[in-house]
Every structure is written in C-alpha cells, then in structure tokens.
C-alpha cells in the first residue's frame, strides 16, 4: 500500500506563479523514490508540502491514508522525518546534541531525551562511521559532515517516511556511495519509504527504485530506474543525453553541444 | 558539555556569594556582633536591608540572564536580549504609567509592566518576520525601534508627572536596587518565579526550535505556539522583576555568552547555570555599586561600562561564526 500519496497538488507562493502545477505522486513502503528535474521544478516546495511546512491551494497528500490537514506536526512527525535542503547553523550544539533532536516527537513539552537517547544517538552515528564527531560543535565541522548529522538526526526519528532534499549535497564521492547505500538499505530493512531529490542521473539510477522527472511543478513521467532514457531526461532539461552501457551498468552522459 | 566542573561551580556560586555580601555595607560587619549576638540594629540591617537586597538582586540576575538565553534561542539569535529587544522598555514603561494612573495600588506596577513588555515583544517580533522567519539583522532593527517607541513614551510620562512622582518615574529608567524591601521582593516574586520555572521545564525544547521553524516542525514542534509559551514566560519573568528594579542593561545579553563558553551551549545546562550565575553576578555588581563611593552608583551604569568592552571583544572573536 502507498504510504504516501500526493494528488494533483497545486502549489504557489504568491497569487501571480503556481510553482506546482497539478503534481501526483506514491511512494510505498520499502521503497526509493526519486525526484529529479532542473533547478527551480519545485522538488523543494513538493517535499515542504508533504510535511506540512506549505500548504497546497489545490489537491490532497495523504500519509498512510489519512489526510495531512487532519494531522499535527507532531503525529507527521512520528511517522516522516526529514533533511532539508538548507541548514543555517545557529548556536554551536555538540554533534551529539543535534542528532538527539530527533527524539522530539516522542517527548512532551517538558521533557528531555534520557541516558538511553542519547546512546542511541550514538548508534546512529557509529553506523554512518561518524562516532568520532559526537562531542564536536557541529559548527566546526565540514559541511559534508554536517549533512550526515542532520541525516543522523532524521534516523533518529525512527520514521517510516523519509523526505532527503539533496541528501548528497557537499558530499564527496565516497561519501555519496555510503549515505545513498545506507538509505538504500534501510528502505529494504526497515521497510522504510523514502522520497528524495538528486541532481545527478546516475546516482538515481543506482540507488532509486522509481524515478520522478519533474518540471515546471509537473510530472513529466514516474518511472522505474531502469526505464530512464536519454530521450526522457533531454524532455526535461532540454539538452541532448547519451546513454552508455557497459555490461549491465549503465551511465547517463551529458552531449556537450557548447566547445569553449 | 564542555565541563561538568565549571557547570557546578556555577551553579552553587550563589551561596557564596550571597553570604559575603551580607557582611559588604557602610556599616561594618565587625560592629554587628555584641559578644555573640546581633545587636538589634545590626539585626534590622541585615534581615530588612541587606538580605531583601540581595535576595531582589539575585531573582533580578537569574531572571534576565535566563530570559536572555532563552529569547537567543528561540528567536535563534546570539544578539538578542530583554533590552534589545525593547521588552525591558516597555515593561518601565508599563511601571511608570501604573506609577502615574494609580499611584496607591502597587501590585498594579508589574500588571501594566507585563502588558506593555509583551506588547514590546510581539510589536518587536512581528516588525521583524519576513518570509516566515527571524533573521539576525531584521530583529536586532525592530528591537531598536520598539526601544526608542517606549523610551519616548516613557519620556511623556515623565513629561507630564509631578516632581514628587518623577524621581520614582526616573528610577525605572537608571535602574537599581536601593529601593529594595520585602514588600518589593514580594511584588516580583511570583511573576518572575513563575516565568523562570516554566522556561526552566521548557530548556531542553529551546534547542530544537532553535534550529529555525522548517526544522523544529519537521521534528513536531507546534512552533508558533511553543515559541509564544517561550515570549510570555520571559517577559512575565523580565516585567516582574523591572517593576522593582527598573532597566538593568546588558545582563541578560552577556551572561548567556559567558555561560555558553564555559559550559557548552545546550540549554539543558545554559539556562540553569545562566541563573546562578546571573544571581551571582549581578549581586556582586550591586555590591560594588553601593561600597565603591560613599554615594550610590546606578547599578545599570555598572553593568553597560563592564559588559559593553566584553561585548566588543565577543563580537570580534565570534561574530564570524553566526553570520
Ligand atoms: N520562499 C519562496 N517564495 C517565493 N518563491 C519561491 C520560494 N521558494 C521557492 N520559490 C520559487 O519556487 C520555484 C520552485 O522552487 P524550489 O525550491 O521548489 O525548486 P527546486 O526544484 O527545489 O530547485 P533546486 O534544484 O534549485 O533546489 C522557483 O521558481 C523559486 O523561485
Ligand atoms: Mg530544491
């Protein structure tokens, strides 16, 4: 069953643009769902509707069946945790501090995480191998690092739902690899449904199971990663693709029709 | 944590301190003790005087520097206090129109303070969001513009009021303790324990909604009505405490930054060790304010000379790293 459906949501920020434009979506249990389109397609205001930070002018998302108006934050938040696109660092919290953050739907308006919290917390960063950061200030870190604390703090949630806006962001390679395996597994372990947005084809390609193109705050087409073709990416990006196959790996290239 | 040493250093710094200061005064401690009992003088000097003092100074201390921290993080914003903000403005301002319309019914005092302190806040914060949110530049502006409204008022008040009634009016705006009794210690009490036990129970939260709105709702923070817990709390705790001390500059900004660099930034230690060691610090600033001169120095002179070189010293080492 879809664990989360969006149907024909229409979005703007001021009366004059609609930045989306009718958008319909599932994402079922277990699986990895990516969005990828140009800058500004509205991938970011698509995942700020579906946890609730925008409300949509037109058209309904549904978690696990009910109807997001009839929810709190706080009932969404024990069911989808998130990594936003921007982080701005504020006060310089431990790392560890940051990562038990996540525990807060599941505390009362008075209350603190326990001794238990934060070992856990410290699971979660052990298994993204970044135990050693604990008692860092989590403004003096690197940002790659940063992003996989704040990709800690949303493990920490213990969601069913992920919604990863550009999880890979100032990553390096290596980096990249491991937090999109991670993800990847969790999603066929912990029967995790989880919905991001890439830049890179072909980091969509290996670690998604569906790929949404999107633009213009439209679906161009909802297909499964092995269905992505050169032809359908220059549809939305408007320049020509090439596709190489080397056994059964496949790459998406760009045609460079620019010479300097 | 940086250290769990300098955590409970602080925070029993207040016994210490509060003990010394019984004996600081122009009469002197020695002469207090005929044989082994306190004269009956020495016995008024010390529990009606000095104690009420001490103990109107420490609520005052923890009260600010708690309100302090805990509107940096809402408002997610190191250079935020109850002054900057214009909360400590309109809460004298509150004082001194109570002071001027109804004169013989005191309790009035911190009512009006809380009114127009809250009315400073919201009038502050909603100059302040743009786009759905606070930034850093934009509420530091309101603050100064909402202080400057209620300094002008409190102008008029003073304006207007007789000369009997202005030296009290022109109290609220020097800032002091000289005026302290229990029936002042009485008057702010309830209101400033109040707000500080709510945003004592609250700590823990002020980290997460310091991490911005988008972020603090992703993880079920009901954010708009969490943050107004936070602002009424702090302004009934600040307006409290101003009703009987008037304007304290610059504690409730400074304090915070002290704490943070000695014992870490997560609001679980800040805001208890911010009150300890408001409490001592401002004790100890009024004691030099009443022992240095044989007149009394206005305790918020005390506190603005010390804090703002501190404050130009944090701003070159850190201001980088908050934008
Ligand atoms: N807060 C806002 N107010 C007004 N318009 C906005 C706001 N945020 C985004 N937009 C507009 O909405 C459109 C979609 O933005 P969105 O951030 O959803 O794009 P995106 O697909 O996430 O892009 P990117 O890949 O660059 O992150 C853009 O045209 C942008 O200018
Ligand atoms: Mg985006």
Same mark, same amino acid.
């Given at each position: 069953?879809?664990?989360?459906?969006?149907?024909?949501?229409?979005?703007?920020?001021?009366?004059?643009?609609?930045?989306?434009?009718?958008?319909?979506?599932?994402?079922?249990?277990?699986?990895?769902?990516?969005?990828?389109?140009?800058?500004?397609?509205?991938?970011?205001?698509?995942?700020?509707?579906?946890?609730?930070?925008?409300?949509?002018?037109?058209?309904?998302?549904?978690?696990?069946?009910?109807?997001?108006?009839?929810?709190?934050?706080?009932?969404?938040?024990?069911?989808?945790?998130?990594?936003?696109?921007?982080?701005?660092?504020?006060?310089?919290?431990?790392?560890?501090?940051?990562?038990?953050?996540?525990?807060?739907?599941?505390?009362?308006?008075?209350?603190?995480?326990?001794? #238990?919290?934060? *070992? @856990?917390?410290?699971? +979660?960063?052990?298994?993204?191998?970044? =135990? !050693?950061?604990? $008692?860092?200030? &989590?403004?003096?870190?690197?940002?790659?690092?940063?992003?996989?604390?704040?990709?800690?703090?949303?493990?920490?949630?213990?969601?069913?739902?992920?919604?990863?806006?550009?999880?890979?962001?100032?990553?390096?390679?290596?980096?990249?690899?491991?937090?999109?395996?991670?993800?990847?597994?969790?999603?066929?372990?912990?029967?995790?449904?989880?919905?991001?947005?890439?830049?890179?084809?072909?980091?969509?390609?290996?670690?998604?199971?569906?790929?949404?193109?999107? #633009?213009?705050? *439209? @679906?161009?087409?909802? +297909?499964?990663?092995?269905?992505?073709? =050169? !032809?359908?990416? $220059?549809?939305? &990006?408007?320049?020509?693709?090439?596709?190489?196959?080397?056994?059964?790996?496949?790459?998406?290239?760009?045609?460079?029709?620019?010479?300097? | 944590?940086?250290?769990?040493?300098?955590?409970?250093?602080?925070?029993?710094?207040?016994?210490?301190?509060?003990?010394?200061?019984?004996?600081?005064?122009?009469?002197?401690?020695?002469?207090?003790?005929?044989?082994?009992?306190?004269?009956?003088?020495?016995?008024?000097?010390?529990?009606?005087?000095?104690?009420?003092?001490?103990?109107?100074?420490?609520?005052?201390?923890?009260?600010?520097?708690?309100?302090?921290?805990?509107?940096?993080?809402?408002?997610?914003?190191?250079?935020?206090?109850?002054?900057?903000?214009?909360?400590?403005?309109?809460?004298?301002?509150?004082?001194?129109?109570?002071?001027?319309?109804?004169?013989?019914?005191?309790?009035?005092?911190?009512?009006?303070?809380?009114?127009?302190?809250?009315?400073?806040?919201?009038?502050?914060?909603?100059?302040?969001?743009?786009?759905?949110?606070?930034?850093?530049?934009?509420?530091?502006?309101?603050?100064?513009?909402?202080?400057?409204?209620?300094?002008?008022?409190?102008?008029?008040?003073?304006?207007?009021?007789?000369?009997?009634?202005?030296?009290?009016?022109?109290?609220?705006?020097?800032?002091?303790?000289?005026?302290?009794?229990?029936?002042?210690?009485?008057?702010?009490?309830?209101?400033?324990?109040?707000?500080?036990?709510?945003?004592?129970?609250?700590?823990?939260?002020?980290?997460?909604?310091?991490?911005?709105?988008?972020?603090?709702?992703?993880?079920?923070?009901?954010?708009?009505?969490?943050?107004?817990?936070?602002?009424?709390?702090?302004?009934?705790?600040?307006?409290?405490?101003?009703?009987?001390?008037?304007?304290?500059?610059?504690?409730?900004?400074?304090?915070?930054?002290?704490?943070?660099?000695?014992?870490?930034?997560?609001?679980?230690?800040?805001?208890?060790?911010?009150?300890?060691?408001?409490?001592?610090?401002?004790?100890?600033?009024?004691?030099?304010?009443?022992?240095?001169?044989?007149?009394?120095?206005?305790?918020?002179?005390?506190?603005?000379?010390?804090?703002?070189?501190?404050?130009?010293?944090?701003?070159?080492?850190?201001?980088?790293?908050?934008?």
């Amino acid at each position: 069953m879809a664990l989360i459906v969006v149907k024909d949501v229409h979005f703007a920020y001021d009366d004059s643009k609609f930045v989306l434009r009718g958008v319909n979506l599932e994402v079922k249990l277990g699986e990895v769902v990516t969005l990828l389109g140009p800058n500004g397609s509205g991938k970011t205001t698509l995942l700020r509707c579906i946890y609730k930070v925008l409300k949509p002018r037109i058209g309904c998302i549904y978690i696990d069946g009910k109807n997001i108006l009839d929810l709190t934050s706080r009932e969404i938040a024990k069911v989808i945790s998130g990594v936003p696109q921007e982080h701005e660092t504020t006060f310089p919290y431990r790392v560890i501090d940051v990562v038990v953050m996540g525990k807060t739907p599941f505390l009362d308006l008075f209350s603190a995480p326990s001794i #238990k919290d934060y *070992k @856990v917390a410290k699971n +979660i960063l052990e298994k993204l191998g970044k =135990a !050693e950061l604990a $008692e860092r200030p &989590y403004t003096q870190i690197s940002g790659g690092e940063r992003q996989l604390v704040l990709i800690a703090r949303a493990l920490m949630q213990n969601p069913r739902v992920m919604l990863l806006d550009e999880p890979t962001k100032h990553l390096d390679i290596v980096n990249k690899m491991k937090v999109l395996s991670i993800i990847k597994k969790l999603a066929v372990e912990k029967r995790l449904a989880v919905l991001m947005t890439l830049h890179d084809p072909n980091e969509a390609i290996m670690f998604s199971d569906k790929i949404v193109l999107v #633009k213009e705050g *439209k @679906v161009i087409c909802s +297909i499964s990663s092995e269905e992505l073709t =050169a !032809e359908s990416l $220059e549809k939305v &990006y408007g320049m020509p693709f090439r596709l190489v196959k080397d056994g059964n790996v496949k790459t998406i290239l760009p045609v460079l029709e620019y010479t300097v | 944590m940086l250290s769990k040493r300098n955590y409970y250093l602080i925070l029993f710094s207040p016994i210490p301190v509060i003990l010394v200061s019984l004996g600081v005064g122009r009469y002197p401690l020695h002469l207090m003790f005929k044989s082994f009992s306190l004269g009956e003088t020495a016995s008024f000097i010390l529990f009606n005087i000095r104690l009420p003092r001490i103990l109107l100074c420490a609520l005052a201390g923890a009260t600010l520097s708690v309100a302090g921290a805990s509107l940096q993080s809402t408002l997610r914003n190191p250079l935020v206090s109850p002054y900057i903000l214009g909360l400590s403005q309109g809460a004298a301002f509150g004082a001194a129109l109570a002071m001027l319309l109804l004169p013989y019914s005191s309790y009035m005092i911190p009512i009006l303070a809380f009114i127009f302190g809250f009315s400073a806040v919201i009038l502050a914060c909603s100059l302040a969001r743009i786009r759905g949110g606070f930034s850093t530049v934009t509420v530091i502006l309101a603050g100064v513009i909402v202080a400057a409204i209620f300094t002008a008022l409190l102008s008029i008040v003073k304006f207007i009021s007789d000369p009997y009634r202005l030296s009290g009016i022109v109290f609220w705006t020097m800032g002091g303790f000289y005026k302290a009794s229990w029936d002042y210690l009485l008057l702010a009490a309830p209101g400033s324990v109040t707000g500080l036990t709510i945003l004592f129970f609250l700590r823990w939260r002020l980290n997460v909604l310091s991490m911005g709105d988008e972020e603090a709702k992703l993880m079920g923070v009901n954010v708009y009505r969490e943050r107004l817990l936070v602002l009424i709390s702090a302004t009934l705790a600040c307006a409290s405490v101003i009703s009987v001390s008037g304007i304290v500059a610059w504690v409730g900004l400074i304090v915070p930054h002290i704490v943070r660099s000695l014992v870490g930034s997560d609001n679980k230690y800040l805001i208890p060790a911010s009150a300890a060691f408001g409490a001592s610090i401002l004790v100890l600033t009024d004691d030099l304010c009443r022992s240095l001169f044989s007149f009394e120095i206005p305790i918020s002179i005390v506190t603005t000379l010390v804090a703002a070189p501190y404050f130009i010293y944090l701003l070159r080492k850190v201001g980088g790293e908050w934008r």
